[in-house]
């Protein structure tokens, strides 16, 4: 959640703050602020609400002068989205400002602490006292005292830090949440995010946890948290700014959903070869692979219900229990995990907090752990002791698209892997398994195709109070990530039920006129779903239906349909999703919601 930026060079800082701020606006914010260090000291601009309102104010960063300096985009935690509770932070004395990301447990103790000391707080934030702390331990030498200040915090923080005694100098730090370093010529930047990095270098350092590091336009010095100089080594950005643009569709998330049969190109095309799946990155020895006797699925959100898809794919081909777990709730629930256990970790940005507590308390239980995550170098995929990557770009819309399709497609190649390792899925068939993956790409765009008429479904759809989906088993892990996409961006109540659990309480909430969306792409329960359609229709329900093409048993039953092509039905939570993200998207574009940026919403939820 929120956003970083820092710059050191020879260009004026603040419009170079400003287009990174704008590049980070999908991770959620709510007010805005910018710190440079001018001729005569910081000079600090700060707004509740957008960017764009902060750009105004500073005619594009033109009245802010400057060749060093910090910003930030908020998400309110402690204190209202007001301007005095914007970040940058300044101290009492003026000379140090303070972006932060992340939560400050000891917060209040510090306050108090502090304020005993004569120092003033002008927010309600937890932030402010970070800045306090360095101009109290001040001595004069700016790295003893950011190490001074940081060695009080407790809790998790990515911080940028200016001082006007060193004009061309910014100090970045990391504990527990995402940092990374742009290395420039003669320049040299910081951000919560590569996307607020890339048009201005390819070049990135990623910090771990307790790394901090001093930036000038000379270079970059990375310390570890004794103060000892390391040395970390400058990848690559793999993708251009323009993956990170519009491309003339109206939104990100329209964007995304058009570019999935690319993206899970990417994620199946370097892991089969000579009609193979070859997972490199997943290389555990027969032993470990055999002493396996539980699988344990943890992830929040979306990537949750892809684990939850995904449950039924490996159980069925490697025949192991397999359970998928909230990560909020597996951190807190004294998990029966141990040695025997492979916790399988999900996450877009490899930065989600309570999936990445979730790891490490099981890992202190002797799981072993696989991560699959997006984001190279992130603190899930260098904590884990396998990870495989998604491959799937830079996802902008806070409502994942093709990170949950690729994420999905990355767990299926598992559960066939793993499945002929163990001997599970024999010769017969593994060819069968192997080619639905491999048409998975061209499976996805038939998905699209077929479903032009969904604008004007939405139009049917999109003024209900609320939206019920059902389904059932690998059908009923397909409606809970399409009942999420409903309701993240168009704002309408919309819930997931097992479809067989109609009776059991949820019918009562069928009146006349409840939309029900039915997805029937399991024919063999495909009878039973039927059954429970016939029990909402007798309610008054109106019934969209998502079926295989072709399928004649659904025509007489449902009021609409949308279709998908036919594939194993493991498989169908790939394909079933994709007429879901399109109606989300359309039903909330005819109700004028912001569909990239859904209120209360953000991209990479990096606190508790």
Known sequence: MCGIVGFTGAQEAAPLLLEGLKRLEYRGYDSAGIAVMGKDGIQVEKVSGKVEKLCERTKDGALVPGKTGIGHTRWATHGAPTEPNAHPHLSNDGRWAVVHNGIIENYATLREELTAKGYVFLSETDTEVIVHLLEYYDNGDLKTTVMKAVARLEGSYALGVLCADQPDRLFAVREASPLILGVGVGENYFASDVTALVSYTKNAVYLDDGDFAELSPRGITVYDCSGQRIEKPVSRITWNVEAAEKGGYEHFMLKEIMEQPAAVRAAIAPRVKDGEIRLEEFDPSEEELRGISKLVITACGSAYYAGCAAKYALESLCRIPTEAVLASELRYSDPLIDEHTLLIVISQSGETADTIAALKECRSRGAK????????????????????????????????????????????????????????????????????????????????????????????????????????????????????????????????????????????????????????????????????????????????????????????????????????????????????????????????????????????????
């Open 369 to 608: 752990v696989l991560a699959i995550v997006n984001v190279v170098g992130s603190t899930i995929a260098k904590l884990a002791d396998w990870t495989l990557y998604t491959w799937a770009g830079p996802e902008i819309a806070v409502a994942t698209t093709k990170g949950y399709t690729t994420q999905l497609t990355v767990l299926f190649l598992l559960a066939v892997f793993m499945g002929r390792r163990l001997g599970r899925v024999d010769e017969e068939q593994y060819p069968g398994l192997l080619y639905d993956i491999l048409r998975l790409p061209r499976l996805i765009q038939n998905a699209i195709d077929l479903n032009h008429g969904i604008p004007a479904l939405a139009k049917k759809y999109h003024s209900a109070a609320s939206l019920f989906f059902i389904g059932r088993n690998t059908d009923w892990a397909s409606a809970l990530e399409g009942a999420l996409k409903m309701k993240e961006i168009s704002y309408i109540h919309a819930e997931s039920y097992a479809a067989g659990e109609l009776k059991h309480g949820t019918i009562a909430l069928i009146e006349e006129g409840t939309p029900v969306i039915a997805v029937c792409c399991n024919e063999a329960l495909e009878d039973k779903t039927i059954s429970n359609i016939v029990e909402v229709k007798a309610r008054g329900a109106r019934v969209l239906a998502v079926a295989f093409r072709g399928d004649r048993k659904i025509v007489s039953q449902a009021n609409d349909i949308i279709y998908i092509p036919r594939i194993h039905t493991l498989f169908t939570p790939v394909l079933a999703v994709l007429p879901m993200q399109l109606l989300a998207y359309y039903v909330a574009k005819e109700n004028g919601c912001d569909i990239d940026k859904p209120k209360n919403l953000a991209k990479s939820v990096t606190v508790e």
